[in-house]
């Protein structure tokens, strides 16, 4: 089985990056931007990052495009397209990038939704959540492409139900 551990919008939050990471013992970790954190952070040691519009002190890539385990990830912050109005740009990108699933943060709303058999999921804020009172993130786990499994997860560790769900790509 595959683990994904997808993070967004920590704002210069470090214990609770490295807590998450140790907990869930993912097979990959992703961040989608705004850590506002440096490149070197021991908090991003081994974690797939992209540069979120309050990220001014590392060198982060703008976006990043990943295969793990048969399955193409493509890994934005999301202001660049504009996710706050709607995912059209992104989606377009992610359709030149040939990307199975989509991860963007920057509106802090935690949420998945399977369009044109992709998947588009922003984790939410471990910080600033808005829209919902957790502080969460994702994990995706899958064995094939068949059944993945999306779970939202708050900070302290609980299942987020209502946003988890299973589906296939």
Not at 19 to 27: L, P, S, V, Y
Not at 75 to 104: P, Q, R, T, W
Not at 123 to 148: C, D, F, H, Q, V
Request: hydrophobic share 35%.
């Amino acid at each position: 089985m595959t683990k994904v551990v997808i993070l967004s919008d920590s704002h210069g939050l470090t214990k609770e990056i490295q807590h998450i990471k140790n907990r869930e013992k993912a097979d990959f970790v992703i961040h989608c931007g705004d850590s506002e954190l440096r490149e070197d952070a021991k908090e991003l040691e081994n974690v797939i990052t992209v540069a979120g519009n309050c990220d001014f002190n590392g060198k982060f890539p703008n976006e990043q495009k990943k295969e793990i385990n048969g399955l193409t990830f493509f890994v934005v912050h999301g202001h660049l397209h504009n996710v706050k109005m709607n995912l059209m740009n992104l989606a377009y990108s992610a359709e030149e990038k040939s990307a199975d699933i989509v991860c963007f943060g920057h509106s802090h709303i935690a949420g998945a939704e399977k369009v044109n058999q992709k998947l588009f999921l922003n984790p939410g804020s471990i910080r600033l959540p808005r829209t919902r009172s957790e502080k969460t993130y994702a994990i995706i786990t899958w064995e094939t492409n068949e059944e993945i499994a999306v779970d939202f997860i708050t900070l302290e560790g609980k299942k987020v139900e209502e946003l988890s769900f299973v589906t296939s790509l």
